[in-house]
Every structure is written in structure tokens, then in C-alpha cells.
């Protein structure tokens, strides 16, 4: 069949979707800085009450992960995509609704961020085995560039818009934009024309239980996918535990105003957006192994430079040690994700795909907590200086095992 004239532009059920999923990240990442400053500015909360926020919005990703991909396989997705969306948007209206009738809490926060972590696995998983059943096969590869390229850029805007908000209106304010994000995502899906085929059904659960075991198992004895995990689920212990309290150290630490703290933050994801330009160039001109070797680099030391921000030009260092981290977590991520693609063989590749991310995501409710409770005990300056402490030396990790003596990464398992 001849490529679509225009590309996906002209693909009317694909730009509902695209359209959908930008909203929803724009207000995704207006939400993950104006939720924790609700808890701040409104409520007062602790450093150790914030970081369990950030806890609860990842903890569904070690409590449900695999199962929810299970049942993801069983049952048609934009269905499913529709009812997270709009059972998103409730969770988040809820809160302006209760500061409104001033009975706000913190534990409304928490069960707030748990139920849309909740929704967000499954909305997730659901979207990535949708997008194939919407596109032609040569289509997919483009679909995927467009989709991640608006979930990078809305890194930069969400926070910077986050804090103008909550400057100008409150940080209740900025999570009711959240909700009315979902709630556009909703009606996007919901227009949709594509019929989607019922899913075959698929094994008894005994013999799922097995293939998962599959899966977890080639990771753990694959010497590459072993170590890239590892590297994966320490490097998240730092950079979710100091992004924990971020937000607690920039305001009460730092002393800087809400406005400027969420354009900070924005500004210090740049590097992404770049790192996810070079990831290719880099693995070309240097070799994938070696690539993903320097991004592991610019991920961890940069990371010192953040505890120095404070008030006036210290600002630069947040920015400057933010966007290195963020341009070499972005280059790793893209060279690791094609690595795996093309590595794994494709019988595996799902439960490669979900065995790792479970790894990974599952440290992060646990470095959340931790770096709460640093906070707690020796204040967000301490809890950001230990955390970034942590990172810095992660990249070691990737030094044990075959990576350093290699060009490129291999084309398969021997």
C-alpha cells in the first residue's frame, strides 16, 4: 500500500489521538509540580507527606504491573484507555472541589495520586498495544515519533505552566487543569471511527504465570539486559528520590516563589528534549555501547550541581545540572529502548519490555519514601544532597558486566 500523502496528518483517528495524549501529558506534568504545591502552599504538608505523594503516584506501576499487561491482552483498549481518562479527571476534580469547600487533605492528596497511578498503568499498557491496532504497520514508527515527541516537549512546558498557574490562581488552580486535560483526552478517544478487533483470548493464568517467569528470567540471565536493569532501577532511586522533594527544597530551602519554581523546572528538562535528538547520532558516530556509556555519565555527576541552587544566579545551577541529567536520561533511554527492541527475540519482547519496567518503576515509590524520610530527618537540603550523592555514583554499574569492553551494543544473544 503506497505511503499516506501528508503522513499521519492526514490520519483523522490518529490526530484525535495524538491530539488527546498531548492534553493529557501537558496536564500530566502540570500536575506532578502542582499537586506536590498544593500539599505545600494549601495544607502545609511535611517533606516526608510530599515525597509520599510522588510514592503513591508510582507504587500501582510494583503492585499491579504485570497482571495489568495480562488483562490489557484480554479486552479491547480505547474502551479501557476512555474509562482511566475519565476516572482520572474525577480523582483530580476532587481536589479543587474540596479546597473550594475547605475540607482539602492531605490524605485526599494521597488517595489522589494512588488512584491515578492506578489508572495510569493501565492506560499505559493499553495505549501501547492500541496504537499497532490504529496504524499501519510502516505507519507505527511515525505514530511513535509524534507521540513522544509532544510527551518530551510537554516535560518543559507542564511544570513552567504549573507554576504560572499557581502564581497567578493557586496550585488548586493547576490541578483542576489536569482534569479538564483527561476529560479532552476522553472525548478525543471517544471520536475515534476505527473499530477495534476483540482480542483472541489467550491461555489459562497458570500458563500466563509461567511466561512471565519466562520473561523475568531471560533478563536476569542476559548479561546486557541484566546490568541496563540495575543501572535502571538504582539510577531511579536518585532521580526520583531527589525530584521527591524537590519542590519542598526549591520553595523552603532555596526560597524561591511558586511562579519560578515550576519554570525552573521546566527549563532544567531542555536537556531531554536535546538528548532525545543526539541519542542516534551519538550511538552512530561513537558506537551504541560507548553512547550509552557517556549518557550513564552525564546522568549521574551533573547531578551534584542541584543542591547548590538558590536565590538569584544560583538558579543556573538547577538548570544546568537538571538539563544534563535529563539529556543523558533521555539518550539512554532511546539507545536502550531500540537495543532492547532489536535484541530481544520477539516471542519475548512483551515480558522483557514489562519485566523491566517493573524493575525499574518499582524502586520509585521506595526512593520516594526514602527521600521523604531524609527530608524529615536532616530537611530537604539534606535529603537532595544524598539523594544526588546516590545518583552521581550509579553510573559505576554499568562498568560491570560487558558494556566497557565494547564498541556496540550486540545485534542478539549468543
Known sequence: MPPRRGGLFRHRDFRLLWAGQTVSALGSNVT???????????????????AVLTAAAWLPWLLVGLPAGAWVDRVRRRPLMIACDLVSAALFLSVPVAAVLDVLTVGQLLVVALGAGLARVFFETADQVYLPTLLRPE????????????QTASYLVGPGLAGLIAQLAGAVAAVLLDALSFLVSA???????????????????????????????????????????VFGAASNIGLTGYQAVLVVFLVRSAGLPAGLVGLLIGLAS????VGAGLATVLARRLGSARALLLAAGTTGPPALLIPLAGPGPRVAWLVLGGALVSLGVAVGNVIKGSFRQTYTPHALLGRVTVSMQLLNYGTIPLAAVLAGALGAAWGPTGAIRVMTAWLALTPLIMLVGPLRRRRDLPASPR
Open 187 to 229: 472525548a478525543c478517544l471517544g471520536r475515534i471511527r476505527a473499530a477495534e478487533p476483540r482480542p483472541a483470548r489467550r491461555d489459562a493464568p497458570s500458563s500466563l504465570r509461567r511466561e512471565v517467569a519466562d520473561g523475568l528470567r531471560f533478563v536476569v540471565r542476559d548479561p546486557y539486559l541484566r546490568v541496563l536493569t
Open 270 to 273: 531542555v536537556g531531554g528534549i
Open 32 to 50: 506532578a509540580v502542582a499537586l506536590p504545591l498544593a500539599a505545600v502552599a494549601v495544607l502545609d504538608a511535611t517533606t516526608f507527606q510530599v
Open 139 to 150: 505507519e507505527v514508527p511515525e505514530g511513535n515519533a509524534k507521540l513522544h515527541a509532544t
